[in-house]
C-alpha cells in the first residue's frame, strides 16, 4: 500500500491501514525503539517530525530528542564549510566513504539557511554522494528547507541527537561559507573544517569576515593535475597567515592540508589531523567543556530567539516599528528613545 | 561657594544657594543651551546625567540627548583599540595633539566594560595624556564605571552625541582589545583603527580573534630607536596577512603603517590614511548609508537587551534557570525543552 491511498477511500480495510499506517509514523515509543535500534526510517520518520510545523509534531518530537538524550553525545561532530565551488560535496563523498572503509557509520547534514533562496543548494541533489549515499554505513540529509536561519540550526542539532541515539558514531555538518550558518555550526561541532581553493582569492571566493579564524584547519582542496602547484603555493600563504591568529584553546595550531576530492588523496591526511586534535582536546578536557558550553549556549538562543520573535511578531510592534525605524535613521529620534516607546507598547 | 556645602547648613542663603545649584546641575534647558554654546561644563554635567542609575536622571539625559541629535552626526568617529602596554594613551596624546594643531575640536571617550574590574585601566588617569588634557580644544572622558559591556556601549554612543552637540568634529573612542568591546566601538565609528607591537606574536599581544577582520587599518607602534627594524618587518607581515582578508565595503584595503608616539613621527600618515578612507566611503555614500545601519542596529539592540534582562531578571526565572542549566550540561534534557520550560514559567 502507498503512502498516496487517499484518506477518502471507499475501502474501509484500506482506511484503517492508512490510518495504522500514519500513526505508525508518528508514534513515538515506535520511533523511539526504532532509533535506537538503528532503524534508518524510523530515523527519516523522526527527523520529520522535528522539521514539522505542526505543534502536534513538535511535541512527538521533542518526547523522541529527550528520550535519544541519555544515548547521544558519543559521536564526533564535524563542521566542513566552504563557498560553492570549492568542492563540498566532492569531498565530502570522498571523505565519507574513506571513514566507512575505517568502519565508522556517518551522519551527513546540512545547515543551509539561504535554501529557501537557492531551493536546496547544498545535499539537495543527494546524487552529487552517488557512491555514500548507497552506503549501509552513510545516512545523509538534506537541509530542511523554508526555515529561518535560527531555525534550521535548532532542527539540525535536534537531528544530531537522534543520528547519534541511531548509532552514528561520525557526524558531519555541511554548510556554505557565505550566510549565517558557519557560527551556528561552529557552535554544535567538535572541530570546525574550512575548503579554500588555490588561486582564487578570498575577495573572488567570497568567504565571510570570520571564518578563517573559526577554522580548526584548512583543506586546499582540487589539489590535483595543473592545481597541484598552486595548491602548495597557496597551502604556504596560509600557513603563514593562520600563524598571525591566536592559537586555538589548548594550544591547537590549526594545519592547512591540501586534498584532491577527484583522486581520492590527502583524504586520510585531514581524518589524521581531525583525529590528532580531538584526542588532544579530550586530554585537556576541552572537548568536553567544549560541550558543556555549547549545550548552554543553546539553552540560551533558545529562550533569546523565542523571546526576540515575540516582541517583533506583535502586530502592535509591528505596526509601530517601521515608523520608529524611519526616524531613527533620519535622527529625528535617539535608538535609545524609540527602544522605550516600543518597549512601552509591547507592556500595554 | 563649593559643591561642597552641606545641605544642613543653618544659614537660609546658603541652603537656597546650593538648592539653586543643584537644579542648574540638572535643568534641561540650562544643559542644552550650554551644550550647544559648546560650553564644557553643562556638557559634563550632562554626560553624568547619562551615566546616572537615578530614572530621574535618565528623564532628564533622554530629553537633552533628544534636543541635541538634531545637531549631532557632525564629526568623524574613529575607534581605537589595541590590547594594554600597546601605547594607546600616548598614541592618542600624539595623534590627538596633532588633530587640535589642525584645528579640529576633539572629544576622547572610552569603551572599557572591564573597567569595574581593573577600576578603570583606560583614560582613568588622565595624566597619561598629560597635555591634551590641558588643551581646550580636547575634551576627555573616562569610561563609565560599574556598568554592562550593554551599558557602557549605550552611554558612549549617547555621549557622542553630545559632544558632536558641543562642537567636537573629531570624536576618538578608545577600548582594549581584549574584552567585548571592540564590537561595540566597531559599530559607533566611521573608522576603526587597530595598534600593534612588533615583535610580539598575536599570542602574547592577547588580541581577540576577529578584531584583526574589524580593522580598517593597522599601525604598528614603538616604531622607534632600536624597534624601527622589527616595526618596518612586521609592518611587511601584516601587509601580506592583510590581504588575504576579504576587501572592505566599497574596496578600501586597509593600509598598515609604522608610528612612534614618542618620537610623534608617522602620526600624519595615520591621519592621512583615515581622512583618505573617509573621502573615498563619502563619495561612494558608504559613511552615511554605514551611519544609519549602526542607528538601526543601536534600535535592535537597545531592545533586544532590555527583553533579555526583563526576563533573565524574572525573580520566577532566576529559580529556575541553574537548575534547568545544570540538566542541561548533563544531557538530562534537551536544551530546546529546557529552553521552552522556562518560557512557560515567565509567560505564567
Redesign the interface.
Known sequence: MSDQTPLHSTDPDNAKRYREQRARKTDPELLISGILQGDRVALSRAITLIESKKASHREVA?TI??AC??H??RSVRIGITGVPGVGKSSFIEAFGKYLVRQGKKLAVLAVDPSSTRTHGSILGDKTRMQDLVLSEDAFIRPSPSGETAGGVA?KT??TI?LCEAAGFDTVIIETVGVGQGELAVHSMVDFFLLLKLAGA???LQ?????I??MADSVVINKCDGTNVKPAKKAQG??K??L?????KPGGWQPEVLTASALEETGIEAVWHTISECLVLRRKQGIFETNR?EQ??M??R????D???SD?YGDPKIRAAFEE??TA??N??????????Y??GLSRQ
Chains 1, 2 share one sequence.
Open positions: 521533542n530528542i529527550n538524550l541519555p547521544a553525545s535548532r542539532r535536534e541527537i582569492g578570498d575577495e567570497g568567504i565571510k569576515r570570520g578563517m579564524e600563504e596560509f603563514r597567515a600563524h598571525l591568529y591566536p592559537p558543556r549545550n548552554r543553546w539553552l538562543n533558545t529562550i533569546e523565542q523571546l526576540l516582541f520608529q525605524l531613527v535613521e535622527n529625528t529620534v535617539s535608538p535609545f528613545a524609540a527602544a522605550q516600543l518597549l
